[in-house]
Every structure is written in structure tokens, then in C-alpha cells.
């Protein structure tokens, strides 16, 4: 899995990179930035339970890959997506929005007032923009086809550029991909375009120490056609210096403090629940480990996040949930009791989902 994470210049963005992954990385920037990355490990209780149930030589955490993304240069036309990372964005699950909402005068603000709401207008219409282009381009290069095709071929080009003038018009509508209605086949041609609007979104506000969380709705945000954004509030730089500290005393200072869960489970809590993400489990003597998936993925093709061979030879799948083996004690255990059940190809993966694949490779 993995977010872009994306913002006005100077919005905080490498400091919350920093505190998703624990990171060093230089907060200086101002258009001088470079791309950073980062991997995180998805915190998950139940991996500790199942590790000191079966001691195993190797445990492994579902994760996160975050992409520290530079805004485009003063020079720039664009205030936050520069051109030379568009691969990078498009190769993004999907997006983490830093908006600034701290006040300090000795960093300086690209547009000089803090204001959330528009810099997180500002965002997202260039992502909007972004698509557009593509689209334009699309059109023309459609319509070079359709001059150049042969008869038979004609109609399927003409379908395609209709497919592209639909998504382009909703785009000019303020309709972003994520929330136009299409029929499949017009989706898995789009696919081609790799539209960022296609990808979701999760606006994290960058607040003071102080300051109370900020809410999308406490700024009166109006969603207009796109109510599908997940939202987080946190002090990057507070969390970026209580990331770097031993997890004991971490957490003896989230207490004092009075601070809840780290920037990092907050932030992965809503990516999960954003984009629809579950995890299922192996485990074993050799290794106990976590898998993300969509939620309800069909078990053959979770299976093939394990290993292409493991969805080929798929046969069945042995499950049975986190909570009903941990009170069995064993899987043997749970065999006799009748909750370690047996699955096929279509059965939708759910979260906690302990799971053995019987596979013929
Ligand atoms: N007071 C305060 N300063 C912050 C906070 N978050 C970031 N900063 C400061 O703001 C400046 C910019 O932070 P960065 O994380 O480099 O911002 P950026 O978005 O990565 O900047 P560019 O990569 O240059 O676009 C740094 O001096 C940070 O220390 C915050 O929550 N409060
Ligand atoms: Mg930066």
C-alpha cells in the first residue's frame, strides 16, 4: 500500500512524513525538497498475541509505504503538484493532504494567511487539474485515432473517446473520478490514465501543540459533490520529536501530555478505514504475520498477495477468526470445536481472519 503524501510548500509535509516513519529527514525545503520514502509497520495487538502463542522465528507487520512528495517551485504556476512527480502520484494508492493550520510567523506561508479551507481547495483542484490535462491530451490524440483507424476499427476508438469526454466533462463539473458513477468496462479503461482523482483522500490538518483537533466540519466544509474525504488532526511537530523517543517514555509523555494514540495509528487507522483496507493472518512455527487486503477480498485472490503461485493453485482455505483462536488455543484446538472452517476461492476475506491455504503447486 502506498500513500503520496502531498501539500502546499511548507505545510508540514516531510515533518509528518517523519513522524509516520520515524524518520530524520531534513525539514527545510521551500521548492529545494527531494522525494523522501519511507516504509511503517501497521501496529496490530493481535500480531504480539499470536507471536507468544506460537514463538516463531520470524514476525512480520502489514505496511505502509508513504511517499514525502515535494509541492512544485516558487516559479511554478501550480502551488502544490509539480509536474515531475506525476509518475510518483500516479503510482500513489492513495493521497495523505497536509494542511497547515499552525500559527508561526517564521514559517512562511506560500500564499501569507493561514487558511485551511483554501489550501485544501487549493489541493484538490490541482489534483483536478492534473486530470484534466491528461484527459485534454486524451481527446486530441483519440480524435488523431479515429482519423487515422480503419472502419472496423472506428467505433471502439470513437467508444473510448466518449468514455474520456464523460469523465472529462463530470471533471469540469467538480465531479472527482472516485465519485462519478461508471459502468465497469468504462473503469478498467481507465485504468490506462491512471487518474489521481480516482484515488482517495485523506486530509490531515497540521495543528499548533495547543490547539484543539481541527475537523472538516468544525471548519464548515462544504463537501460539495465529493463527501468521500477522511480526515486526521495532529501536531506534525510535536509528533515528529515523539516519534524519535524510546516507546516507554513515548509513552509516558503522550500521558503527561494528555495526548491519545500516536499521529502514526491515527493516521493508519483512517487509512484503513478510508480506503477499505482489512488484514488477515498466517501463522506458523517459521513465521506470524499480517497481510493488507481490500476488505472482502475474495480468498484466491488474497491468497495471491502471499504469492502468485499461492492463487493459481488455489484448493481451499482453512479460516478461522482471531478471537475464536486465541480462546482455543490452537488450530487443532479449534478444528474439534468446529470454527476453524473450510473456505473456498470466493469466500470474502474479513479482518482477523486467521487464514491456511491449501494450495496445489
Ligand atoms: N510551529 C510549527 N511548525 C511546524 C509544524 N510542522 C512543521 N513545522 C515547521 O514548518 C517548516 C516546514 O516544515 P516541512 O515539514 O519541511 O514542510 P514541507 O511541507 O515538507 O515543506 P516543503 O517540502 O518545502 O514544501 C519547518 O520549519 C517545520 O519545523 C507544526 O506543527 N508547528
Ligand atoms: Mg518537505
Not at 507471536?51 to 517551485?73: L, T
Request: glycine share 8%.
Amino acid at each position: 500500500m502506498d500513500v503520496g503524501i502531498i501539500g502546499l510548500s511548507q505545510s508540514g509535509k516531510t515533518t509528518v512524513f517523519n513522524a509516520l516513519t520515524k524518520g530524520t529527514a531534513e525539514t527545510t525545503g521551500g521548492g529545494m525538497s527531494e522525494v523522501h520514502i519511507g516504509v511503517t509497520k501497521v501496529p496490530d495487538k493481535r500480531i504480539d498475541v499470536l507471536s507468544e502463542m506460537y514463538n516463531p522465528k520470524k514476525v512480520v507487520h502489514a505496511e505502509i509505504k508513504y511517499f514525502d512528495i515535494p509541492g512544485s517551485n516558487h516559479e511554478s504556476k501550480s502551488q502544490g503538484i509539480a509536474g515531475q512527480y506525476r509518475n510518483l502520484l500516479q503510482g500513489a494508492d492513495a493521497f495523505l493532504i497536509v494542511v497547515r493550520t499552525f500559527d508561526d510567523p517564521s514559517v512562511i506561508h506560500p500564499a501569507n494567511k493561514i487558511d485551511p479551507k483554501d489550501d485544501l481547495s487549493t489541493m484538490l483542484n490541482e489534483i483536478l487539474f492534473a486530470d484534466l490535462e491528461i484527459l485534454d491530451r486524451a481527446v486530441d490524440r483519440l480524435e488523431d485515432a479515429i482519423k487515422k483507424s480503419k472502419t472496423s476499427e472506428r467505433p471502439n476508438v470513437v467508444k473510448q473517446q466518449d468514455i474520456v469526454k464523460k469523465v472529462k466533462q463530470g471533471l469540469e463539473d467538480g465531479i472527482p473520478l472516485r465519485r462519478q458513477q461508471l459502468s465497469e468496462s468504462d473503469q478498467s479503461f481507465l485504468v490506462n490514465y491512471q487518474l489521481l482523482t480516482g484515488k482517495p483522500v485523506i486530509v490531515a490538518f497540521n495543528t499548533d501543540e495547543t490547539s484543539d483537533p481541527i475537523t472538516l466540519q468544525n471548519l464548515d466544509w462544504d463537501y460539495g459533490l465529493d463527501s468521500e474525504l477522511g480526515e486526521v488532526s495532529l501536531s506534525a511537530k510535536l509528533e515528529s520529536e515523539l516519534a524519535l523517543m524510546p516507546e516507554q517514555e513515548e509513552a509516558e509523555f503522550r500521558v503527561d501530555l494528555g495526548l491519545g494514540d500516536s499521529a502514526l495509528t491515527q493516521v493508519i487507522a483512517i487509512t484503513y478505514s478510508t480506503l477499505g483496507l482489512a488484514s488477515f493472518l498466517t501463522v506458523g512455527e517459521d513465521e506470524v504475520r499480517a497481510w493488507s487486503i481490500p476488505a472482502g477480498l475474495p480468498a484466491q485472490e488474497a491468497a495471491g498477495t502471499i504469492h502468485t503461485d499461492f492463487s493459481r493453485g488455489f484448493i481451499r482455505a482453512e479460516v478461522i477468526p482471531y478471537e475464536d483462536l486465541t480462546r482455543c488455543g490452537s488450530l487443532a484446538q479449534g478444528r474439534k470445536e468446529g470454527v476453524l472452517r473450510s473456505e473456498g476461492k470466493t469466500y470474502p476475506v474479513k479482518d482477523g481472519d486467521i487464514i491456511h491455504f491449501l494450495i496445489n503447486v
